[in-house]
């Protein structure tokens, strides 16, 4: 009886369709990249919020009035979001 069980466990683990939706899940997983644009999105984010609410601009802040160094960050911040915006399209291509 174990064995039997043992066998029809065993086939549905490998039909295609179970091998199929683990290739997919594999393939969403997020890269470094994808980490790094995600957590600098979020940076920026913040720092907006606190321009809309309390008028501080936290980049400013810390590394001066738009001196090259907050200038940096600020195109960085804007890279990662044109990166983003290419994983989300590559990402809604996949899906359909």
């Not at 466990?9 to 039909?15: D, I, Q, S, V």
């Not at 939706?21 to 997983?29: E, H």
């Not at 600098?40 to 984010?45: S, V, W």
Request: hydrophobic share 45%.
């Amino acid at each position: 009886m174990e064995t039997i069980e043992t066998s029809q466990a065993m086939e549905r683990r490998l039909t295609p369709e179970r091998r199929a939706s683990l290739r997919a899940a594999a393939g969403s997983r997020m890269s470094a990249a994808d980490w790094i644009a995600m957590s600098l999105l979020i940076i920026g984010g913040l720092n907006w919020g606190l321009v809309g609410l309390f008028n501080v601009d936290l980049v400013a802040s810390l590394f001066g009035e738009m001196s090259p160094l907050s200038r940096i960050v600020y195109v960085v911040v804007g890279l990662c979001a044109l990166y983003s915006i290419y994983t989300s399209s590559k990402m809604g291509r996949q899906h359909y």
